[in-house]
């Protein structure tokens, strides 16, 4: 492991991760790593259970250089803002109803079939207020 961007607390002592555990066959969702490339750096969105980490074909995998500039930056210095107070409620049918204003109503995969659209690939869901959540562009600003 490179580097790890939160879940700190739940590794306890633990200062590295190892291993990565998957259930055995893609059936079950079992995560097939397919990348032959060794030295290609990647970015594993998975669970932190008892200090082990758990991924499925779920889970957020991909190359670090396949994500926008957009999401490098949230990954590394802005989403953590919003992990304790915000929430990104995805919209799986139509109408989609926010149960909290600390709520960030998620259309990428409704709306494109995709998880990479431009709120997925440039917003992140960020404490505006107390009590209130909400996107906001991550994309550098041109002068």
């Not at 926008?68 to 109408?95: H, L, N």
Request: hydrophobic share 35%.
């Amino acid at each position: 492991m490179t580097q790890m961007f939160k879940g700190f607390d739940a590794l306890g002592h633990a200062t590295d991760i190892r291993f990565v555990y998957t259930p055995a066959m893609e059936s079950v969702c079992g995560y097939s790593h397919k990348s032959q490339n060794r030295s290609e750096e990647f970015l594993i969105a998975g669970q932190l259970r008892n200090g082990l980490l758990h991924i499925t074909t779920c889970s957020f995998v991909v190359p670090w250089n396949s994500l926008s500039f957009s999401q490098r930056s949230g990954f590394t210095k802005t989403y953590a803002a919003g992990c304790d107070m915000c929430t990104v409620f995805a919209c799986a049918s139509i109408p989609c109803h926010l149960e909290s204003d600390t709520h960030c109503l998620w259309t990428d995969q409704l709306l494109l079939g995709s998880d990479k659209g431009f709120q997925s690939r440039h917003l992140a869901c960020l404490p505006q207020e107390p009590g209130l959540c909400a996107w906001q562009s991550l994309r550098p600003r041109k002068d």
